[in-house]
């Protein structure tokens, strides 16, 4: 009888225990075999995966070795999407894998894309990690999408907790990756290269706050790492270390949209320089700008600081503005931004330039140890009219001067 009981129990153990997942984080894309098809590719299997582990309570999906071919994958609540080592997950490049999602948190960044790779939106605790690869086809984008419809890598907007690391993202013809309104991100150890089109930025953080972004190598054909506030919510508290950041434009870029403006930004240890030399970009463009940082929507950018930075092969080292991208806006200002130890041993074919469309544009501003030797003494203020000053900064505003030095307009600062 006793024997017999036992047994029950056991049984009614094991029917328990079978039927509750082994443990949150055990989850394999190889779990969910599905019917392959070209129309479904393996998007059903991963997506599965994914929302199976996030019904669980969350935890992670692995993505064994080998090539899978996907549309849009929506990473839910409490899921870190892991690529093994020689993982690649390929975007197949036909629109009807790529649905517009109607993204309901409102920015300027929508206007780029509403379609992408790995996309979420008002997820919590979600990650893409590992050591594998997110690749585009970024050749044939052009060609299947208009400009504005090319998938993204990766889009998370209205997101908290996101950590995306170790992971390498290649071939977008659009921003490679878009942070929109986030909280309490990491992206640490990423390596990009998108050089597939004039708007294949790197990295766009866009209107958010509590952001590490470590030890990353981009290498992008237009912003290599764009910090944005193309709405009315503030980027702030963004801390950048350690990255090399290469591009055919601008290397870092703070702004030009700027509605919320910025504040507690910090940059150190990084370097900016064109992009490499490989057999798909065999003339790397030297960029046009290492650092730019423009206001021109009515925000403010505030306590910003830049140390540590080593520039190679840009036209212009610095372009700094506080200006208005249109008269119906306010100018914005720049308020206690920290210029320091920014070395280079290029000779820059014109000379950084720093304005302000009013006077008091630009306050608490020091300026150290600035490519000594490259820039030279050379300071020449300027005057312009303040209407030619109206319209998103470019460089022939302040005229063609091909010799390095610096260009101060209207700002009232003395830089001797």
Not at 54 to 75: A, H, N
Not at 150 to 168: L, M, Q, S, W, Y
Not at 252 to 271: A, M, P, Y
Not at 328 to 337: C, H, R, S, Y
Request: glycine share 8%.
């Amino acid at each position: 009888m006793i024997s017999r009981v036992r047994t029950l129990l056991l049984l009614a153990l094991f029917v328990l225990l079978a039927s509750v997942p082994a443990r949150a984080g055990d989850y394999s894309v190889n779990d969910f075999e599905v019917q392959w098809s070209w129309r479904m590719l393996h998007t059903k299997q991963i997506q599965s995966a994914i929302d199976a582990c996030s019904e669980s309570g969350g935890g992670t999906v692995t993505v064994p070795d080998g090539f899978w071919f996907t549309g849009t994958l929506f990473l839910k609540d409490g899921v870190t999407l892991h690529l093994e080592e020689d993982a690649t997950l390929v975007a197949v490049p036909h629109p009807s894998l790529f649905p517009a999602i109607q993204t309901r948190t409102k920015a300027g960044s929508n206007k780029i894309s509403n379609r992408a790779l790995i996309y979420a939106e008002g997820r919590r605790n979600i990650g893409v990690t590992g050591s594998g690869t997110l690749q585009q086809t970024g050749l044939i984008d052009p060609l299947v999408f208009d400009r504005h419809e090319r998938p993204h890598i990766i889009k998370f907007a209205d997101c908290e907790n996101v950590r995306v690391a170790g992971i390498t993202l290649k071939g977008a013809a659009t921003w490679t990756q878009l942070y929109l309104k986030c909280r309490d991100v990491e992206l640490a150890d990423l390596t990009v290269y998108s050089i597939y089109g004039s708007g294949s930025d790197g990295m766009d953080i866009d209107s958010c706050s509590d952001v590490v972004v470590s030890n990353c190598d981009i290498d992008s054909y237009n912003d290599a790492l764009a910090i944005k506030s193309t709405s009315p919510t503030k980027a702030q508290n963004i801390r950048v270390r350690g990255c090399e950041l290469r591009s055919g434009k601008r290397g870092l870029k703070i702004g030009t949209e700027s509605v919320g403006g910025f504040e507690n930004i910090s940059i150190r240890d990084c370097v900016v320089e064109k992009g490499r030399r490989t057999l798909v970009n065999p003339f790397p463009r030297t960029m046009r700008a290492a650092m730019f940082i423009s206001t021109v929507d009515g925000g403010d950018i505030r306590d910003l600081t830049v140390s540590g930075v080593r520039i190679a092969d840009a036209q212009v080292p610095l372009f700094l503005t506080a200006s208005k991208r249109s008269s119906k806006v306010e100018p914005g200002q720049i308020v206690n931004l920290n210029i320091e130890d920014i070395r280079s041993d290029y000779e820059f074919a014109q000379p950084a330039i720093i304005s302000a469309f009013e006077a008091d544009g630009i306050r608490g501003f020091r300026l150290s140890e600035f490519l000594p030797g490259a820039a030279g003494p050379r300071v020449v203020k300027t005057d312009f009219p303040q209407k030619a000053m109206i319209g998103k900064p470019k460089f022939d505003m302040y005229g063609f001067d091909f010799r390095p030095g610096l260009i101060v307009h209207n700002t009232g600062l003395d830089l001797r």
